[in-house]
């Protein structure tokens, strides 16, 4: 693959120095997307590095940033959980065995062009997608913060700890949210890991901290294949998962390409980068990393620092795994309720609040796909089931209202002859409709039917006019359908046919 010089090569410096920065908003978020999952730091950590090293070379989005994130990261837990159940540390390798499955899924949904598919999903749905995530990632923190109530199991604080850890929170998200005001040049959540980290060290507190969760990686990743029999049993284990991250992956990929393009009025190539995922995540899992898909906060920060190339996304995954060896042990320091901190920033920042200040003004219609997103995403812990439920419901929604677009208009031309004038479009959801604009128990001697502003779509079409004229016939009135156009003609002269010679439908007699 040839990439052209002007997509590494415009303003290095630039490039470089965005690349920095956003390499230390990514170090907290791997960390906390690994304890989402349920595996070591070192696992977001290498996915990380090798995702945006990857992705740098082969994405079809330059300047985008690609790592491990907290909706795929919400979707691989089950399967963590599942894998250690059957043995120490088999999480972790089946993990890896959903994301070299999730990479070829990925690669062949780019050759599929699944991108034009998502045309096709609601912005309500897109709004139920995110606020349900941001929800998913706040109650992913809950453990952190010793409120999780319905799984005690997994609260990780003891109760003398809380007041520390509601307090290094809480100075986290101040922090984050003041700081702006008076520089920007750093990053506030950087800034923020900082400080409340030097506090905790420096009044000893007891707190949990990233080495709570595992230890770093002290040197660089390693190729390896998972170490899990490569049957039918894995397959059906790690193939829910993996399709799932693989669908959930991109959604997230693309609509974070739609950002970055608008930001800088430019295009960029989905299916390009839906093969570049795939080839990202393979790599990743090869090296011991999680599979992710494009950070939505990252890549607009890299942007905005003056991102434009692939060497900003190269310099980012390059920094990361610098910074990781060479100040791995001031990151093991860094409190855990820091780090929630930054997770709930993140959460606010991806909830659509427009959505939810603005639900008066919105149909309701909408409102019920958003809300109905949300709900079934959060009982289910699974973005892809949400998803498909809020653009089943969407459908059917749409369908109510195009259904009745359809309009069937009734006159007597003299004392025996009735004409039907039909206008709309004819198929399965608005045949009903249809029907219910004739009157078959009258019978006068002829009768019309108008089609000329009419459209048969489907089978369901054809059924229903092919009802209405039999109805008419049985009482004795000679029928004539006019005017209908050649593709409607075509469509129910064949599927007309077929049902007579089924013994169910008629024939095209008296239709022209």
């Not at 956003?22 to 996915?47: N, T």
């Not at 998972?226 to 693989?246: E, H, K, M």
């Not at 050649?486 to 064949?494: E, G, H, I, K, N």
């Amino acid at each position: 693959m040839q990439v052209p010089l002007r997509e590494w090569w415009q303003q290095p410096h630039r490039d470089v120095l965005s690349g920095l920065v956003v390499a230390f908003a990514m170090i907290p978020e791997a960390i906390a997307f690994s304890g989402i999952a349920g595996v070591d730091p070192s696992v977001g950590l290498f996915g990380a590095f090798c995702l945006a090293v990857t992705l740098a070379i082969v994405g079809g989005r330059m300047a985008m940033i690609t790592s491990a994130t907290g909706s795929t990261a919400l979707l691989m837990t089950g399967l963590v959980q599942q894998g250690d159940a059957l043995g120490a540390g088999l999480g972790l390798q089946f993990l890896l065995a959903a994301g070299i499955l999730t990479g070829l899924l990925q690669i062949a949904w780019g050759y599929l062009r699944l991108a034009h598919q998502m045309r096709f999903v609601p912005q309500p749905v897109m709004a139920g997608f995110v606020n349900a995530l941001a929800i998913l990632i706040l109650l992913a923190q809950l453990p952190q913060l010793g409120l999780d109530a319905f799984h005690p199991e997994v609260v990780t604080v003891q109760p003398a700890q809380l007041p520390a850890v509601w307090g290094l929170t809480l100075l986290t998200l101040v922090l984050i949210y003041l700081l702006p005001r008076v520089t920007k040049v750093i990053p506030s959540a950087l800034i923020a890991i900082l400080i409340t980290t030097g506090i905790a060290i420096q009044l000893k507190l007891d707190v949990p901290t990233v080495a709570s969760l595992g230890t770093l990686p002290q040197g660089l990743p390693s190729f390896g294949l998972p170490q899990v029999p490569f049957n039918l049993n894995t397959l059906g284990l790690i193939l829910p998962t993996a399709l799932a991250i693989s669908l959930v992956g991109l959604m997230e990929t693309f609509l974070t390409q739609d950002i970055l393009d608008d930001i800088t009025d430019q295009t960029s190539h989905k299916h390009v980068e839906a093969r570049g995922q795939g080839i990202g995540n393979i790599v990743s899992a090869l090296f011991g990393g999680m599979p992710g898909c494009a950070l939505v906060g990252q890549s607009v920060m890299n942007v905005g620092y003056g991102g434009r190339t692939r060497l900003s996304t190269l310099t980012s995954g390059m920094s990361l795994l610098a910074m990781i060896l060479l100040a791995r042990e001031w990151v093991n320091q860094i409190p855990m309720a820091t780090l929630v901190g930054v997770m709930i920033m993140i959460a606010i920042n991806t909830a659509n609040l427009r959505s939810i200040t603005e639900i008066r003004r919105i149909p309701r219609s909408d409102t019920a796909v958003m809300v109905l997103t949300v709900v079934i995403t959060v009982l289910t812990h699974n973005l892809a089931i949400g998803l498909l439920a809020g653009v089943a419901l969407a459908g059917i929604l749409f369908s109510r209202k195009v259904a009745k677009v359809i309009e069937v208009e009734s006159r007597l031309d003299g004392d025996d002859h009735r004409i039907y004038t039909v206008r709309g479009q004819l198929f399965f959801v608005s045949s009903i409709y249809f029907r219910q604009g004739f009157d078959v128990h009258e019978h006068p001697a002829r009768v019309s039917i108008d089609m000329g502003e009419a459209h048969i779509w489907d089978q369901s079409g054809v059924t229903a006019l092919d009802q209405v004229i039999r109805r008419i016939k049985l009482g004795g009135s000679s029928v004539e359908v006019i005017h209908l156009n050649p593709a409607s003609t075509d469509l129910f002269a064949r599927i007309g046919m077929a049902e007579e010679a089924g013994g169910r439908g008629g024939d095209l007699a008296g239709a022209h």
